[in-house]
């Protein structure tokens, strides 16, 4: 049975820092692209952020750029998402999620991934 289990959410000011982990079981973590996806109420889910299986190629939603950094520890089957300068619009419930994307797969689009965390809340006040 597949889990992932995301942890580190919480309540945090503007500007402050915050660090997601997703711990995996039940799969081989090392054959998984691992994503992060966040919901804000009323708003579809989107993109966040999204590793290769190894870790070695990235991906980021324009909107967080340069602020949140994706990684992933394949010894310890989990994934972070460190999130700086968190904003107001940051807040969201964020999920992981694991797919087997490669090389010139569209990482952004959830229907790639076939298994999801139930979701940690990350609010962000002004």
């Known amino acids: 049975q597949v889990q992932l289990v995301e942890s580190g959410g919480g309540l945090v000011q503007a500007g402050g820092s915050l660090r997601l982990s997703c711990a995996a079981s039940?799969?081989?973590?090392?054959?998984?692209?691992m994503g992060w996806f966040c919901q804000a109420p009323g708003m579809e889910r989107e993109f966040v952020a999204a590793?290769?299986?190894?870790?070695?190629?990235?991906y980021y939603a324009d909107s967080v750029k340069g602020r949140f950094t994706n990684s992933r520890d394949n010894a310890k089957n989990t994934v972070y998402l460190q999130m700086n300068s968190l904003k107001p619009e940051d807040t969201a419930v964020y999920y992981c999620?694991?797919?087997?994307?490669?090389?010139?797969?569209?990482?952004?689009?959830?229907?790639?991934?076939?298994?999801w965390g139930q979701g940690t809340q990350v609010t962000v006040s002004s």
């Open positions: 590793s290769s299986w190894s870790g070695s190629r990235t």
């Open positions: 039940g799969l081989t973590f090392v054959s998984y692209a």
């Open positions: 999620a694991a797919g087997t994307l490669y090389r010139g797969s569209n990482y952004r689009e959830e229907s790639r991934y076939d298994y």
